[in-house]
């Protein structure tokens, strides 16, 4: 991974990390449904004008059902899910159980293929679990109302990107910047229904118009666009490891614009929920080396 790439990994770490700090600021407010309505049409028109300007077809008469299904399980549910989890929980957290998604992912493939779960999966999915239990119950958001209840919210949301991850392996293919594109609109869609259930508690200002605007536009248009670019040139096993990256972002964050506290706890809950993501996910980071002679040659 050349420079180039590494700073976009770092950037795109650092957008989806303030994804969580955007919700935190405006669910308790506009609700998830509102929300993420917002969130996924700004996306759309924005990924729209891309399109339009970079002369890229969306396709929708041959694609719409696929753009359903994706949009369903990587877009809506989970969006919506997270902005439920966001009324309680700290951006710090949700950006912690958020980086269980690859390890949801290998567990829905295992069952998805019918293979059976190898020890090393099986000490992962405890490391996992233990990690997120160690974080959230000695984090004081552990006991607000409703705590439990969004915290398997945010889990479900990360089960629903790995079950996305299994889908998109055996769907057809789509150029990524069409399933970027279509998925938001189809998103939009099927996020009108649920509007109803959520209403605003209050009046929205200045700073949660622009949370919701930096979501659709930034965490989710452009952070797009950076992830697919990152694929291209890294492949996806390398782009992966953004989601290893986004709970430091995720903490930051929380604790630079909100006063999150970051206590022992947040940091040995991290380490070991990523711990067993990695042993689940069989991530395992490669250095390569150069020879002296081709580091001499320039190559």
């Known amino acids: 991974m050349n420079t180039a790439n590494l700073l976009r990994l770092i950037l795109l770490a650092a957008i989806w990390g303030g994804s969580f700090l955007f919700m935190r600021i405006s669910a308790p407010v506009l609700g998830p449904a509102v929300l993420i309505e917002f969130r996924v049409l700004f996306a759309a028109l924005f990924l729209a004008i891309v399109g339009f300007v970079l002369k890229k077809r969306l396709d929708l008469r041959a694609n719409w059902k696929h753009f359903f299904i ?73 006991s607000k109302p409703g705590a439990g209840l969004a915290v398997i919210a945010a889990l479900a949301a990360a089960l629903s990107y790995g079950i996305a991850s299994q889908y998109a392996r055996s769907a057809k293919s789509v150029e990524p910047f069409a399933n970027a594109h279509g998925t938001m609109w189809t998103s939009s869609l099927m996020v009108l229904p649920v509007l109803p259930f959520f209403p605003m508690t209050g009046a929205p200002t200045a700073g949660i118009v622009g949370a919701v605007v930096a979501l659709g536009v930034l965490c989710s248009g452009i952070a797009y666009i950076l992830y697919f670019r990152l694929i291209e040139e890294v492949g996806t096993t390398s782009a992966l490891t953004v989601t290893f990256l986004n709970p430091v972002f995720g903490i930051l964050w929380g604790a630079l614009f909100l006063g999150e506290t970051i206590g022992w706890y947040t940091i040995a809950g991290s380490a070991i929920t990523l711990a067993g993501t990695a042993l689940v996910t069989g991530f395992v980071p490669r250095i390569k080396r150069r020879s002296a002679v081709a580091a001499a040659a320039g190559k």
Do not use: C, K, Q
């Open 70 to 142: 994706l949009g369903f399980f990587n877009s809506a549910l989970p969006f919506l899910l997270f902005a439920f989890g966001a009324r309680t929980l700290s951006a710090s957290v949700l950006s912690v159980l958020n980086a269980t998604a690859p390890m949801w992912g290998a567990l829905v493939g295992a069952v998805w293929t019918r293979h059976a779960i190898g020890l090393r999966t099986a000490l992962g999915l405890l490391l996992g679990t233990a990690g997120v239990a160690l974080l959230v119950g000695f984090d004081h958001v552990s």
